[in-house]
């Protein structure tokens, strides 16, 4: 089983939907890294959070220390949405990020 | 001010040839790292960097693959001997680093080189 596990790995939806991305792992971390990459490759920093959560335009970003998961949501989604969204968590202890394999997510219009 | 940068954009090299990487952080950003991703692949830790402190090199796939960063700030990744199987996207990202190896600072990533090993 992969430490850190994203679903669903491909979710299309039309323009306007709310969407969610799940996040479960299972190692102990100090936070939890969501990335944005685009389809011409290049990654953005999302979100870094350690509990609770965290907004940032239609972006929500939710953690459950006890429970291991973190979800992605956006709101009012539009096609410029689409992209990998990759979450990744710092291992406690080791100087080492894991990620989960990404979702793709495609909003047409 | 400038982002991260690295050059060179692509790289194109024969198996068996050594190539090097170069990571520009964002200036005053002490922690730096290196991911690698391959086609259709995600992202893959490589080596971290805080400061001036002793990298871990657990991560880097063989000991083909080594990686340096001088006076704390530009930092390169050496493949030798490259083969097939090292054709990948290699992104570099920076971060302030004030967690020591905790990992909790928004990452600013570089645009990548995309290494072609025929």
New interface residues.
């Given amino acids: 089983k992969n430490e850190v596990e994203q679903s669903p790995q491909n979710l299309t939806a039309q323009e306007g939907e709310f969407i969610t991305i799940n996040c479960s792992y299972s190692v102990g971390i100090s936070a939890l890294h969501w990335l944005q990459q685009h389809p011409g490759g290049g990654i953005v920093s999302l979100f870094m959070l350690s509990s609770g959560k965290k907004k940032h335009g239609r972006l929500i970003a939710t953690i459950n220390i006890q429970e291991k998961h973190s979800s992605l949501h956006i709101t009012a989604s539009h096609p410029r949405d689409s992209a990998v969204y990759i979450c990744a968590v710092p291992i406690q202890g080791a100087q080492k990020l894991v990620f989960g394999q990404g979702t793709r997510l495609t909003i047409n219009p | 001010g400038a982002g991260v940068s690295q050059s060179p954009s692509n790289k194109v090299t024969e198996k068996g040839k050594d190539v090097e990487l170069r990571c520009d952080p964002i200036s005053g950003h002490t922690a730096l790292?290196w991911y690698r991703q391959s086609l259709g692949q995600?992202?893959?830790?490589l080596i971290?960097f805080?400061g001036n402190s002793a990298?871990?090199k657990?991560?880097l796939p063989s000991d083909r693959f080594s990686a340096e960063r001088t006076g704390g700030s530009v930092s390169t990744l050496t493949i030798q001997r490259t083969q097939q199987e090292d054709s990948a996207?290699y992104?570099c990202?920076s971060s302030l680093g004030f967690?020591l190896?905790?990992?909790?600072?928004?990452?600013?990533?570089g645009?990548?080189t995309r290494l072609t090993v025929l």
Avoid: C, I, K
């Fill in positions: 790292y995600g992202l893959e830790f971290y805080q990298p871990d657990s991560g996207v992104l990202a967690f190896a905790r990992h909790t600072d928004t990452q600013y990533f645009p990548g």
